[in-house]
């Protein structure tokens, strides 16, 4: 097991990346969703519209407490929807998203790249402004609000010429959602993109954002990170602090308690999402990102039914 070179990046130019979304990933998107991104990119106004009795699967960040308290029954505040969204990219570009089998030629990070563009380009053309936040794990830059092709482009470019961290203490998300805490005053939709991870205690901080604004957690992962395939004696390495390990896959039991642990990391992590409050999409990188984000869209509309 091992990480690819930066060769399994995306290609080409910021152009030639945003030209092949656009014809392989949007327009399939168009055609599967008509055009209708409401049920991924949801959005809120703050213009107070109405109030009506609470109805199961509303969202219950949205019950009036007194009028609730008056009525003796839940009421919920209806909002005229907001039509310019302020969306922020959250990304983590720590060194454990350069991870990604020989065999795929894919890293993590090139899945955020794609993801991030796609979003970015939709976002845009429904007319939003779109903020990012770049995060290794040590320092973090922001890319302020703008719109356009051009301001998309830059993202994508910015992205792609970010330095890749061979070593760094371990990461934590923490500092990165208490800055957008401290930062985003206007209500937003927060895309928070990582692998998350991360040192614990992210979870309050992510569920205080997620009171504030609309969060949408995207999780990537690589298949490599939760199955052993019997590869003989092989070197494993921490990706956030470059620590090396002798391992034999050929052990079937080492295999059995590898798959066991990560099984308990992804249950300890949907804990963390639903203590949060917030709806995740996992993301991997050997899937079809059209076929992630319709699953996506299509359970979302289903839990506000």
Do not use: C
């Amino acid at each position: 097991m091992s990480t690819p070179t930066s060769g399994s990046l995306p290609d080409g130019t910021p152009e030639r990346i945003l030209h092949r979304l656009d014809w392989h990933v949007v327009r399939r998107l168009d055609g599967l969703l008509q055009g209708d991104y409401r049920s991924l990119l949801r959005g809120y106004g703050v213009d107070f519209a109405d109030l009506r009795e609470y109805q199961p699967g509303d969202d219950i960040r949205y019950i009036d407490w007194n009028v609730t308290a008056r009525m003796d029954a839940p009421y919920v505040r209806e909002y005229l929807e907001d039509r310019d969204i302020a969306a922020w990219f959250l990304l983590d570009l720590s060194p454990s998203v350069d991870f990604g089998t020989v065999q795929m030629q894919r890293q993590k990070r090139s899945v955020l790249i794609d993801f991030v563009a796609t979003l970015a380009r939709l976002l845009n053309r429904l007319g939003n402004r779109i903020g990012v936040v770049l995060y290794d794990g040590r320092h973090q830059r922001t890319i302020p609000m703008g719109s356009g092709r051009i301001h998309v482009l830059r993202i994508i470019n910015d992205l792609l010429k970010h330095p890749h961290l061979t070593k760094a203490p371990f990461t934590d998300l923490t500092p990165l959602f208490e800055t957008a805490l401290a930062t985003f005053k206007r209500r937003s939709l927060i895309l928070v993109v990582s692998d998350f991870i991360s040192a614990p205690g992210w979870e309050r901080p992510l569920h205080l954002l997620n009171r504030r604004h609309e969060v949408l957690a995207i999780r990537l992962w690589d298949p490599r990170e939760v199955t052993l395939p019997d590869l003989g004696l092989v070197v494993m390495e921490d990706a956030e602090t470059g620590e090396q390990i002798y391992v034999d896959t050929r052990d079937k039991r080492f295999r059995r308690r590898f798959e066991e642990a990560a099984r308990r990391r992804e249950a300890a992590l949907s804990e963390a999402f639903r203590r949060a409050g917030v709806d995740a999409l996992s993301l991997s990188t050997d899937e079809d990102l059209v076929s992630a984000l319709v699953r996506f869209a299509t359970r979302r509309q289903y839990r506000r039914r």
